[in-house]
């Protein structure tokens, strides 16, 4: 049998107590508890404070999972929200509200410069609508309104760099699928190039020039398991999801991004949390429960990340995810 040194070309050294600063991959004894313990990179939900008001189809956007803010959104009964709640890591405050009530909005940037384009606004006629939005930490202030007027479309990057991926038009009421993809530079909007195929409830992650579009759901058909690289002027096919969903929450960069929650055709709503590293999608740690149509923190970094809201019927439930470092211990005394 091989020894540890042999594969990993060291010996396992022991401490009387653990390593201050252990490294990701280093192993030791404790000759105290005797114990072999190791630090290894471990995925894991939590829960975070509830939201003011349950509701899904809310825009989010944020930094991490200690600075998010979310906004608008639906619930039944209850209809359509303009209400804005901002989180510290621990619980949620009221924001400045929406112009108007809408959801299913392209969702971009921070806390504190966040953008909402495009949405669904229900009955009457037009469903859906071209405007922007723009917060600053306290206050919506209208922007250049979308060229193509479209709800439940995908949303990244910053409030001055943004992209508004796919969507559905007003004819049929919100099932005509689009394809359109538009640029936002703080000001206006600038057709790109579309997608290679007509979607909604899809979830974009990265920047304009390196965004990641994930799943989807397309009309006639099933939902959209495949994921797409665009580099700002070019999609190119990036690795299947795992389990066809649409609807879910994601955040990361085109490289190293997560997909949690949504819908599947088959199914109805999951729970599922998906890993993508630049080449391949893999399973990871599940939220506690279903949900679909959640808001996450968008630009969060694919190891620190939040899930808030969602339905149906609508939740207040927010789960922070964390991917790091973390002591195990592989024996006992």
């Not at 508890?33 to 630090?39: F, I, N």
């Not at 471990?42 to 999972?65: C, I, M």
């Not at 690795?239 to 055709?265: C, E, K, L």
């Not at 439930?317 to 790091?324: I, K, Q, S």
Request: with cysteine.
């Amino acid at each position: 049998m091989s020894t540890f040194k042999e594969i990993a070309g060291r010996n396992i050294r022991s401490y009387t107590t653990d390593p201050a600063n252990p490294q990701e991959g280093q192993i030791w004894y404790n000759s105290t508890s005797q114990v072999l313990k190791g630090e290894v990179l471990l995925a894991a939900w939590s829960s975070g404070g509830n939201l003011g008001t349950a509701r899904y189809q809310l825009g989010g956007a944020g930094d991490s999972n200690s600075a998010a803010v979310v906004f608008g959104g639906y619930s039944v009964p209850g209809g359509g929200f303009t209400n804005t709640e901002e989180y510290d890591g621990s619980s949620w405050t009221a924001g400045g509200s929406l112009p108007a009530q809408k959801r299913g909005m392209a969702n971009a940037g921070t806390q504190t410069a966040a953008l909402s384009g495009g949405g669904f606004n229900g009955s009457p006629p037009p469903f859906v609508v071209a405007t922007t939005e723009e917060y600053d930490g306290a206050t919506w202030t209208a922007g250049g309104a979308l060229n193509t007027k479209r709800g439940f479309l995908g949303g990244c990057g910053l409030q001055t760099a943004a992209l508004a991926v796919g969507g559905a038009s007003d004819i049929p009421a919100w099932v005509n699928d689009v394809t359109n993809v538009e640029s936002y530079n703080g000001t206006s909007w600038t057709n790109g190039t579309a997608l290679p195929q007509a979607q909604r409830a899809n979830r974009p992650v990265g920047t304009t020039t390196a965004a990641l579009n994930i799943g989807g759901l397309k009309s006639p058909g099933p939902g959209v398991q495949s994921s797409q690289e665009y580099d700002g002027s070019t999609w190119t096919a990036a690795g299947n999801i795992i389990t066809t969903r649409y609807g879910g929450g994601a955040s990361g960069i085109q490289t190293s991004a997560i997909f949690f929650g949504g819908s599947t055709p088959a199914s109805g709503q999951s729970a599922d949390t998906e890993r993508y590293d630049g080449t391949s999608w893999a399973s990871d740690i599940s939220l506690s429960s279903v949900r679909f149509n959640n808001a996450s923190s968008i630009s969060s970094p694919s190891f620190n990340s939040l899930s808030a809201g969602g339905g149906a019927p609508a939740t207040a439930v927010t789960e922070e995810y964390t991917f790091a470092p973390t002591t195990q211990t592989f024996t006992t005394s």
